[in-house]
């Protein structure tokens, strides 16, 4: 059931007021997609109707129904995946101080937001999304199909992500149509000037008294600088420096975290994965109790390689650093997706 699906650009920002400023670098970014959009003649936007508040059943069989999208790559075993992923993340949950999931491409983030919105009793919980990229791409308006530059845009449609409740870091690189979306909702984003000029730890402290304690980290390793990580699919440049995106990550101090989009096989001497190895360790700081889900997945993006990145973290000496930092860890796994074969 997709009826409502194409409508959810056309009418969530309209359920939602202006919540904050937007920094004044991406303002400018926006100008001229709010200029068109202005432009617009008023005949071509839909009123808001009754039914459009309806959202939270139609998300309901979107998550149940795995059927083909045109234009979103492999979504049905993406979507399957998001089922056991989503089920293990609000089941480990409540039983740990802080989750740690490492995937796989971004496109696990789906079903990592649909676990913790359902650990948090149907709601959406605050996410400070580190990404040099806005993966709120629809399958309408994503120029390559690939799923993993839409999980937030899946899980506005599920109501797992509140855009008041959402933030970007160091989003350097969005798609035409994200950027009409990502006006429209009044999303804050954090550029890399704004963490320049204000201080790393300014920045995050604002973040940290905004969302309070029970906050997700969603953490793509493509905000660094592309010459930090050479282990990543799409790679942006002009990033965060590796003192400002660890120094976020530990005064955020996240109850949980994704890392994703680490390739151990386009990896160079184990660069990329020792730093997603370190984002993972400052968020855990001080934690007594850590659950650990290896989420590999690689159907979201053109390359194996993310698949293999649980396996080559871990390998990197995780779980002795965690035991060193005083942290228990109890580990899991959610077996990865396979293409699913049409008969
Ligand atoms: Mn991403």
Redesign the pocket.
């Known amino acids: 059931m997709l009826a409502n699906a194409d409508a959810v650009d056309e009418t969530i920002g309209l359920g939602f007021l202006v919540f904050m400023k937007v920094q004044s670098l991406f303002y400018s970014l926006f100008a001229a997609s709010a200029a068109a959009k202005m432009s617009q003649p008023l005949a071509d936007q839909r009123p808001l109707q009754l039914s459009d508040h309806a959202l939270p059943k139609d998300m309901v069989s979107v998550g149940e129904h795995c059927a083909p999208i045109k234009n979103a790559i492999n979504y049905p075993a993406i979507c399957e995946h998001w089922k056991p992923l989503s089920s293990k993340v609000a089941e480990v949950m409540p039983h740990v101080d802080m989750l740690a999931v490492v995937g796989g ?2 496109s696990i ?1 789906t079903g990592v937001l649909r676990g913790l919105a359902k650990e948090n009793g149907g709601k959406p919980v605050p996410v400070v ?1 580190f ?3 806005a ?1 709120i791409n629809s399958p309408k308006t994503s120029p390559s199909g690939n799923v ?2 839409m ?1 937030l845009w899946f899980a506005l449609k599920e109501n797992n992500i509140d855009p008041k409740l959402l933030t970007y870091v160091a989003m350097r690189h969005p798609d035409p149509g994200e950027v009409a979306l990502l006006h429209k909702l009044k999303i804050l984003v954090y550029s890399v000037a704004d963490v320049r000029k204000r201080g790393a730890k300014t920045i995050a402290d604002e973040m940290k008294a905004r969302f309070g304690e029970n906050l997700h980290v ?1 953490f ?1 390793v ?1 905000v660094f600088d592309e010459s930090l990580v050479p282990g990543t699919g ?1 790679p942006e440049p002009k990033g965060l420096t590796r003192a400002e995106g660890l120094e976020m990550v530990e005064v955020l101090a996240p109850k949980s975290l994704s890392l ?2 680490v390739d151990p096989e386009r990896d160079m001497d184990n660069k990329t994965i020792r730093l997603g190895n370190e984002v993972l360790l400052r968020a855990a700081k001080g934690h007594k109790t850590v659950g650990l889900i290896s989420a590999g997945s690689h159907l979201g993006q053109t390359h194996p390689g993310p698949e293999k990145a649980p396996e080559a973290i871990l390998k990197s000496g995780l779980l002795d650093q965690l035991k060193r930092q005083g942290a228990t860890v109890a580990q899991h796994v959610v077996p990865p997706p396979r293409p699913l074969v049409v008969h």
Do not use: A, K, L
């Open positions: 491409d971004h983030e999304y990404d040099g990229h993966d993993h530059g999980p969603s793509d493509d799409t994703v989009e």
